[in-house]
């Protein structure tokens, strides 16, 4: 593809206020050197098509606002390249599986729903440590690497939207709040899994997973979440037949009296809430 | 505030054959489902066939008669393909079944790892398994089609 | 609580069913390379064949754990399939107890043909 190659998006439009359902627009603009597909919706909106909305942000890849389904895959639009494609057609339609609130924006609120009734925060007894800290949890390396993969997520929706048991189910939790639920259950500074385990052993658990895997595949972040899942269901079948018990949440190491700040660096303000 | 719901935007059972149409796992997925069903539909029919054997030969000839044909007929040969495709159903769907089990219960996945693209994902440790899987599946396939075929030509 | 359970009792009576299912379908479909628990030269489903078989206790067992193992496992999964239609609750409610007293009805039957079918033969 060289410079001013056309390129022909074909847009999934929906105005609620004017419109029934969503149809089909075409749009053509010239290929520019390292176009993504970002790149490209915003052409089309500052010369074709000003009343096109979509969600993005960071145009960067962390920022997880810009998940589309891209010629039949969900993928991130600031993270496709148009080459990367290997046509000269786009096709762009707002991620499966949520419902459309215009254009290219789905209605994410189910997944986040989902994702606060897994508990996805450490969970612990010692509150007042953890509001006025006096030292830090300790944790290993080894210990780190048991749930670090699962803390890249950026809660982009991709691997909802690949999922097909989220498909046809609207019940079902969904690939990202059950990976984030595993994260905090696997994390030692945690305690939190006897009241997770209040929801995860309800339909609202892993149980319609079945390992299509690909939610893994659609991930841009290499988080996994299959793995997470298939991790999670191990937990949940230890735990009933009574051979697993979440270990204790990790002790505080004090702050160490051995080491002194250097002079010539300031104290940290004081906490203002 | 938002206050409609939005368009529906489901995908439905289409979905099923992958909403995100990466790898062959879900074609795995989707054809132990159907496979599933068929062996369901016929083992629910089947109680009834074979139970007719505590009744006597008699009942037991007339059950096997109904669900069997003259050697060289239509409908010999479609109660034997018929059977035949059941075993086929079998084949895949314990094979395939073992290496769900195995996944689901957290083995042959992979421990989580720091994610360096290009990723190499738990479908990716999964896929000599379901290989091997498969294998197995056709070496079974193949046997219980000569044992077919054996007893249709003698 | 239920889903973790039945999951579980869904993924071992999988692995149960492998096992004897297996056994069965070498028996009864595998025969010309593996002649088990065959009088030689006749067919598996053939009345003798079928109530040699019947004789062995071992048979009477394994039938009745496998039309238990199968029945649960099988109609769990019809119910996963269904439920996952994104049906209402009401209607989960109801295929449920459906599911169950069917399956239950059956298991009760099949049992009872196995059990029948092994006193038959112990006449023969």
Known sequence: MTADTPVTFRLRRFDPTTQQEPVWEDFTIPYTAGMTVLDGLRTIKETLAPSLAWRSSCRMGVCGSCGMFINGHPRLACNTQITELGTSSVTVAPLPNFAIIRDLVPDLRPMFDAHAALMPHIIREDTQEMQEPTGEYYQSSHQLEQFLQFTYCIKCGCCMAACPTMATDPAYSGPMPLAQSHRYNSDTRDGGFAARKQVLATEQGPWKCHFAGECSQACPKGVDPARAIQLMKRQMVMDYFRLYTQPCPSKVVPKSTEINRRPDVPEAPAPTI | ?154 | MRDQRLWTWHVLAGLVIFVVLGLHMTVMHLDTLVGWFNPAGIKPIAWDSVMQRARLGFFTVSYIVLLGAALFHGLYGLRNILFELGIGTGAKKGLSLVLTAGGVALFAYGAWAAWAAGALAKTL
């Open chain 2, 1 to 154: 505030m938002l206050d409609n719901k939005g368009h529906p935007n489901r995908l439905g059972i289409w979905g099923w054959l992958g909403g995100g149409r990466w790898g062959f796992e879900r074609y795995l997925y989707t054809l132990h489902r159907l496979t599933g069903l068929g062996l369901l539909c016929y083992f629910l029919l089947h109680i009834f066939v074979t139970s007719a054997r505590a009744f006597g030969q008699d009942a037991w000839a007339a059950s096997m008669g109904r669900v069997s044909g003259p050697p060289g007929s239509a409908r010999g040969l479609f109660f034997t393909v018929g059977e035949f495709l059941v075993f086929a159903a079998f084949a895949f769907h314990a094979c395939n079944g073992v290496r769900l089990a195995l996944i689901e219960l957290g083995f042959a996945i992979g421990k989580p790892i720091e994610p360096i693209y290009p990723y190499r994902t738990s479908v990716h440790e999964q896929r000599p398994l379901a290989v091997v899987v498969m294998v197995l599946a056709g070496i079974v396939l193949a046997a219980g089609g000569y044992n077919f075929l054996f007893h249709l030509t003698h």
